[in-house]
């Protein structure tokens, strides 16, 4: 129940595209979803977040969709730049305490 | 200014030995994370500090791992008679408080290897 499926794996997109990753959980007392962006050899950084009660937010290019029935929220990149390769990580907690992550999605922009 | 730091970067050692890692928060950041890396493994939450005392020490993976933070500084991470499968890299994050969904800040990690 505390865990946070994330799909998929690995993903590959042409320059300009839109690459979606998908994120699912059980425990409905999560009321935090960030998502973090990891460069290789570095620490995870925050990207953007979300709360339950708003069913999307925009920060420049990226996007969370969040469907609270479905319990399933997603990171949607706008107009994606190789700049933007990377693994992706989605996360929940329960008041911003013990964090939960998934298992990453490593995204591959070609130039 | 100054970020998260962690010591050492990069910690080779042979199983059956103890080994300390080190992380420094963000100056005036009350609440400090613990997580571990396992290759090609999101973030697996190990224990979190607010101020000099850990609320939440359920990620702990067993009795060999202990953490500890004075001052309200700096922490360290104990890992006794390592075994191959603790070999992972280990995040340390700070933010301003816990429990608030403050951005956490993370340092760049230790990359144990436990040979």
């Known amino acids: 129940q505390q865990q946070v499926k994330q799909s998929p794996q690995s993903l590959i997109v042409q320059k300009g595209g839109i690459p979606i990753i998908n994120c699912a959980y059980e425990?409905?007392?999560?009321?935090?979803f960030p998502w973090y962006q990891q460069f290789p050899g570095k620490g995870p950084a925050l990207l953007i977040a979300?709360?339950?009660?708003?069913s999307e937010k925009k920060e420049g290019r990226f996007t969370i969709s969040f469907n609270k029935s479905a319990k399933q929220f997603s990171l949607h990149i706008m107009d994606s730049q190789p700049g933007d390769s990377a693994t992706y990580f989605c996360?929940?907690?329960?008041?911003?305490?013990?964090?939960?992550f998934g298992a990453g999605t490593r995204l591959f922009v070609k130039a | 200014g100054a970020g998260v730091s962690q010591s050492p970067s990069n910690k080779v050692t042979e199983k059956g030995k103890d080994v300390e890692l080190r992380c420094d928060p963000i100056?005036?950041?009350?609440?400090l994370y613990w997580y571990r890396q396992s290759l090609g493994q999101g973030l697996e939450f190990l224990i979190y500090?607010?101020?000099?005392?850990?609320?939440?020490k359920s990620g702990l993976p067993s009795d060999r791992f202990s953490a500890e933070r004075t001052g309200g500084s700096v922490s360290t991470l104990t890992i006794q008679r390592t075994q191959q499968e603790d070999s992972a890299v280990y995040l340390c994050?700070?933010?301003?408080?816990?429990?608030?969904?403050?951005?956490?800040?993370f340092g760049p990690g230790t990359r144990l290897t436990v040979l």
């Open positions: 996360a929940a907690s329960v008041g911003g305490f013990k964090t939960i």
């Open positions: 100056s005036g950041h009350t609440a």
């Open positions: 994050a700070s933010s301003l408080l816990a429990g608030s969904t403050d951005t956490q800040y």
């Open positions: 500090f607010q101020g000099n005392s850990a609320p939440d």
């Open positions: 979300i709360r339950p009660d708003v």
């Open positions: 425990n409905t007392a999560f009321d935090y």
